[in-house]
């Protein structure tokens, strides 16, 4: 039987984008088997053909004015596929950050931002942002924030900065993506102390090999997404993830989780994920 599941993590972009997304993985990663080539149509029939149900695709801006036409690019891309749910960006430097997210949202129909703090050179909770965080806390809708690989980044990552954006904005739900790796302990306890985390596990389960302690990190794993079952998200950061998809998902078999606890995490928690806040087509 045909393996389900929603991918909560994906980078469908236009082809300047993809163009430069892929030529870095090509360099960053050897006997990388993606093609250099692929395009944003080809990589969501390859993962409708693995069987995804539903697709978060995650655009953000890497200059000032660059998101309005990301939007819409990514509106197109998601009425010609629907199983396709975007999420849209901000940069810090727009001339009315606000207003850019309010066309994303209710124009384009945005799920929710994605931030990338590393890639993007600035945190959502910069003080230019302010209006941003509270029209999405004041809504509920999603952020996705990369957090994690930092020594990989070469990034000193403002942890305290995250912390307070998540005491100030309470009904801002805000997905960690890569949940901090490898200080997955840090990661977790935020979602301890706070109830709008959601975690995205998204490149775990084939990164533990580059620790120093890859059991101490595996057992890790297995005891949080056990805890926050229900707040616990899987992509698979198609088409620059670590690895094919079929690589990917062996990597996630190889982790050990019963089976029971892998079917939550491949479609019963991010099935309630996609169900409140990806019906905005």
């Keep these: 039987m045909q393996r389900r599941f929603y991918d909560c993590h994906t980078h469908l972009f236009p082809t300047d984008r993809m163009d430069g997304l892929m030529r870095w993985v090509h360099r960053a990663v050897l006997h990388f088997d993606?093609?250099?080539?692929?395009?944003?149509e080809q990589?969501?029939?390859?993962?409708?053909?693995?069987?995804?149900?539903?697709?978060?695709?995650?655009?953000?801006?890497?200059?000032?004015?660059?998101?309005?036409g990301l939007h819409a690019w990514g509106r197109q891309l998601a009425d010609r596929f629907p199983e396709v749910v975007p999420f849209g960006g901000v940069h810090v430097d727009d001339q009315n950050p606000l207003g850019v997210v309010q066309e994303a949202v209710e124009v384009y129909h945005m799920a929710g931002l994605k931030f990338h703090p590393m890639v993007q050179g600035f945190y959502p909770w910069h003080p230019r942002l302010a209006a941003v965080l509270s029209y999405l806390n004041s809504r509920g809708l999603p952020m996705y924030v990369h957090t994690g690989y930092d020594k990989w980044y070469g990034f000193e990552y403002?942890?305290?900065?995250?912390?307070?954006?998540?005491?100030?904005?309470?009904?801002?739900?805000v997905v960690l993506s890569h949940v901090g790796f490898p200080d997955?302990?840090?990661?977790?306890?935020?979602?301890?102390?706070?109830?709008?985390?959601?975690?995205?596990?998204?490149?775990?389960?084939?990164?533990?090999?580059?620790?120093?302690?890859?059991?101490?990190?595996?057992?890790?794993?297995?005891?949080?997404?056990?805890?926050?079952?229900?707040?616990?998200?899987?992509?698979?950061?198609?088409?620059?993830g670590i690895g094919t998809l079929d690589e990917i998902f062996t990597q996630l078999e190889s982790i050990g989780l019963d089976d029971g606890l892998v079917e939550h995490v491949l479609m019963t928690s991010p099935e309630r994920f996609f169900t409140r806040f990806g019906n905005r087509g």
């Design 158 to 173: 403002d942890r305290v900065g995250l912390e307070e954006m998540l005491d100030r904005y309470p009904e801002l739900p």
């Design 184 to 240: 997955l302990e840090w990661g977790f306890a935020l979602a301890d102390r706070f109830p709008q985390v959601w975690l995205d596990l998204t490149n775990l389960p084939g990164s533990f090999d580059w620790s120093n302690s890859p059991s101490e990190l595996v057992n890790m794993f297995q005891t949080g997404v056990g805890l926050f079952s229900d707040r616990v998200l899987l992509g698979t950061d198609y088409p620059a």
């Design 34 to 40: 993606v093609p250099i080539d692929i395009t944003a």
């Design 43 to 68: 990589a969501v029939t390859d993962l409708l053909d693995a069987g995804a149900v539903g697709l978060a695709n995650l655009l953000f801006p890497l200059s000032p004015d660059e998101a309005p």
